[in-house]
């Protein structure tokens, strides 16, 4: 099992920042990538950043040259470091784990959801 616990979201204005912050913790040993997602109301959830754990990263257009992903293995933890936020990146953030077991079987665990909300 892999808990995951999501801090830092919030509500401000276009144009600034806010840096969302994952924990992870339990069978942590198998986690080869983390991200994020993101879910705005009626729209499909969208995959934002992911990074492996030889820290390689990828970024939905959108947000390219915008957001970073970074891990501090120290902390078992993941950020997104947003900048220049956008009224369009309104939407609730959910941190994943992509866990393999022994038999490279995949199971996905999620945090619980943060609110981003950014007003123009």
């Known amino acids: 099992q892999v808990q995951l616990v999501e801090s830092g979201g919030g509500l401000v204005q276009a144009g600034e920042s806010l840096r969302l912050s994952c924990a992870a913790s339990g069978n942590i040993f198998r986690i080869i990538a983390m991200g994020w997602y993101r879910q705005a109301p009626g729209k499909q959830r969208e995959l934002v950043a992911t990074?492996?754990?030889?820290?390689?990263?990828n970024y939905v257009d959108s947000v390219k040259g915008r957001f970073t992903i970074s891990r501090d293995n120290a902390k078992n933890t993941v950020y997104l470091q947003m900048n220049s936020l956008k009224p369009e990146d309104t939407a609730v953030y959910l941190c994943y784990a992509e866990h393999r077991n022994g038999n490279w079987a995949r199971r996905d665990y999620w945090g619980q959801g943060t609110q981003v909300t950014v007003s123009s």
């Open positions: 990074i492996t754990s030889d820290a390689t990263t």
